[in-house]
Every structure is written in structure tokens, then in C-alpha cells.
């Protein structure tokens, strides 16, 4: 019976990012103990059918650090109480600076916490005021040391690439300065301008400006570069990790292992079946174990979905875990998409590997519609 992970959806903030189009809503103080309430019957409801063992749980929004510490903790003792955790299991929160303290720290260790994510994005203060986040840098390196002080190892840094008016030069000196701080992980994504939120509304106004692709491009192989230079591995399209540091629960959910998703919204994969929770505060409250069921996947679909959460790995896909798992050799299943992406060179298949070429890395949204 494997292992599987548990996802926790904390969906208060102090504000909403301008880029953000998570369900998420404002602070809401009236309205959080009740929430981590409906969290717990939740989790003791799903409890009565699953007997795996837990070896992650992750703790996501929103931002999880807002609200009340002691919420956390209550949420971690009725996991604890109501399944199998495994001693060594990675217990991620993210955190924003300027939302914890020092009491606040010190609680999430002592409630097994052992890492944090911190959502740094730019250490340009000018453009995480553009993009709406509510600390300065000076407030992250408050959090980041604070942390370190009180004993978190394992930290992560997110940083963000094409942001509007950033330069080349503020992503290098960005990575370079956090690479100084030397967090066990760091996360560079690139900023996705999503449908309806205010970024979307500033820079269809023209009031600012993106990066254009290849100024984009660039920023993500100088900061790539930076990192691999620095001894972490690149070992997800966005994600960089000194050796022993990869994000487990991440790592789970590319390699198609279960995960339980609670909270608004939240999904869950388990048994070969996607579910969700509504992303509607008042229908949650009032029924939180009522889901919204997909059917079973298909192994076809399976198969599809295991490619393409392969090829999201820089180790790409191993012929020989696929035909472990489904007693086929993906070459001849997917023969027809793997010689067309080969031939426009955006992967390479050698004796045991599939996975992206450089060409790949920026191309990669084309080669997962592949496998759609």
C-alpha cells in the first residue's frame, strides 16, 4: 500500500495579490475558527476509509501563516490523531513575511513543522509593490533569519520571472542574493497573467508593461545558471534543490503517487479518481465533505497524465518505471507523439529516459498538450 500526502487549503490573506487568481479571501477573523473546524470534520470524516500511511502534508492558500498559529496546530494534532503519519514525514506551510512572528515560528516547529515556504517573489521592493505584495525585502530577510535562528533547516524561497518592468538584471541580482542566504530549496517561476485578476486590468491599460518571451527566456537560464553554479539541482522545470532537499510532496504529485486534499477547493487524487471540494466559502461551511466526483481515469488517460507530469522532472520519464507501472513500453504507446516532439527536438529518448532538451524547457507547454 503506498504512501500518500495530505494538502490543507488555508484560504485567508491579508491581501490579494494583484497576479492571484487562487480562491482566496480577505482575513475574515469571525469566520477562520469556524472554517478550521469544518477542516477537522473533514478530516475525520475521510479518515474511516483510508489506512495508508502519510509521509507528507502540506499546508497551502492563501496564506496559512495569517491566521491564528494555534488553528495550525490544531489541524496537525487531528491528522495526527485520525491517521497514519510517519515519523519522518515533510510537514511544509507557507509563510509570507510580514504574517509570522516569532511566537508563531516557534509553534509550527513544535507542532512538527520541519519546512517552510517562504513567497519572496523579487527583492526589488519597487516591483513587489507593482504586483501587490504587502512586505518589502527587508521584511523577508527578518522572517528568513528568524527562522533560521529558531531552527528550520529546510527552507524554501519563491522567486518570480517576467514580472512587469522587471529587467535581466533584477532577476540576477535577485537569485544572486538569496543563493548568499543558502536555503535548501529555491523556486523560480514564471508569472502567468491570469484572466480577471488587477495585474490583467494594469497591463491590458498599459499602465505596465511585460517582459516580451525572449527577455522572459533569458531570465530563466541566467537564474538557472546562477543556481547550478551555486550546487543546486535542477530537478523540476521550476524548482532547484541542494542535494536531499527536493519538495517531497511535490515530488509525489509529478510522480502520480495519491495526495487527499482538504479545505475550499482542494483536490484530491486518490484510487485513480479526481475530486474536489467547492470553491464556494458558504457551500463549503455548510457541507464540507460534500464533493464534486470525476469519473475514474481511464488507464488510457493515466498513462497520458503520468507523460506529462513526467516531462514537468528534468530526469524525464524512465521507460522502465512506466513499464513497472503499466506493463508497456511508452515508445510504442505514445509512438506517434514522441517521434513528432523528437523530431521538432524538444525531447530526447536514450535507453531508459524521456525528457526535455533545452529547447524543451521553453517550449514545455507544447509538449505537454501532447499528452492531453
Known sequence: ???????????????????????????????????????????????????????????????????????????????????????????????????????????????????????????????LEEIGRIHKYEDFLYTYNLAKEIGFKNINVDLMIGLPEQSLDDVKESVEKIVKLKPKHISVYSLILEENTKLEVLVKLGKLIMPDEDLERQMYWSAKKILENNGYEHYEISNFAKKGYKSKHNWNCWKQHSYLGFGLSASSYYNNIRYS???????????????????????????????????RTIEGVKISEFKQKFIENPIYVFSKELEKLEKEGLIEIDLDNIKLTPKGLDLANIVWEEFV
Not at 500511511?53 to 495526527?80: E, R
Request: aromatic share 8%; glycine share 4%; proline share 3%.
Open 1 to 127: 500500500m503506498e504512501n500518500i500526502g495530505i494538502y490543507i487549503h488555508i484560504p485567508f490573506c491579508a491581501k490579494k495579490c494583484y497576479y492571484c487568481d487562487f480562491v482566496s479571501f480577505p482575513v475574515m477573523e469571525e469566520k477562520q475558527k469556524d472554517y478550521v473546524q469544518k477542516i477537522k470534520e473533514e478530516l475525520i470524516e475521510k479518515s474511516k476509509e483510508i489506512k495508508n500511511y502519510i509521509d507528507t502534508i502540506y499546508i497551502g492558500g492563501g496564506t496559512p501563516s495569517i491566521i491564528n498559529c494555534q488553528y495550525i496546530v490544531d489541524i496537525l494534532n487531528c491528522i495526527k490523531e485520525n491517521y497514519k503519519v510517519k515519523k519522518n514525514a515533510e510537514i511544509t506551510i507557507e509563510i509570507n513575511p510580514g504574517t509570522v512572528t516569532e511566537e508563531k515560528l516557534r509553534t509550527f516547529k513544535e507542532a512538527g513543522i520541519n519546512r517552510l515556504s517562504i513567497g519572496l517573489q523579487s527583492t526589488k521592493d519597487e516591483l
Open 277 to 311: 471540494s467547492t470553491s464556494n466559502l458558504e457551500e463549503y461551511m455548510s457541507d464540507p465533505n460534500k464533493k464534486n466526483i470525476e469519473e475514474k481515469e481511464s488507464l488510457e488517460d493515466t498513462k497520458k497524465e503520468y507523460m506529462m507530469l513526467g516531462l
